[in-house]
């Protein structure tokens, strides 16, 4: 079970960036999907949830109304679209995966979560 974070880089505020999480190993149809990230010297803190039905989501209030989260339609992939950065944005950003419950359900907890991407670097400068 893999998942590769890709679409991390440099931007300026108020600028957008895309991350994308593609999924291998097995079949992620059935898995809840979320992003997070983790500034230096900082707890890693929820982004962005999606059920495996992609038809729930929920963002953190930080992020709600700038960031959406979308599945592609495998389902193996996920995306987050960041619009509007601004410089507390920056942190390494981490793809998660956990299986099983129902189709509608969404996770924030770091520890609900089973598989993890190694992370991809965003930075935003001022």
């Known amino acids: 079970v893999q998942l590769v974070e890709s679409g991390g880089g440099l931007t300026q505020a108020g600028g957008s960036l895309r991350l994308s999480c593609a999924a291998s190993?097995?079949?992620?149809?059935?898995?809840?999907m979320g992003w997070f990230r983790q500034a230096p010297g900082k707890e890693r803190e929820f982004v962005a949830a999606i059920s495996w039905s992609g038809g729930n989501t929920y963002y953190s209030d930080s992020v709600k109304g700038r960031f959406t989260i979308s599945r592609g339609s495998a389902k193996n992939t996920v995306y987050l679209q960041m619009n509007s950065l601004k410089p507390d944005d920056t942190a390494v950003y981490y793809c998660?995966?956990?299986?099983?419950?129902?189709?509608?359900?969404?996770?924030?907890?770091?520890?609900?979560?089973?598989?993890w991407g190694q992370g991809t670097q965003v930075t935003v400068s001022s």
């Open positions: 190993g097995r079949t992620f149809s059935y898995y809840a």
């Open positions: 998660a995966a956990t299986g099983g419950g129902s189709p509608t359900a969404t996770y924030a907890g770091v520890e609900e979560y089973r598989y």
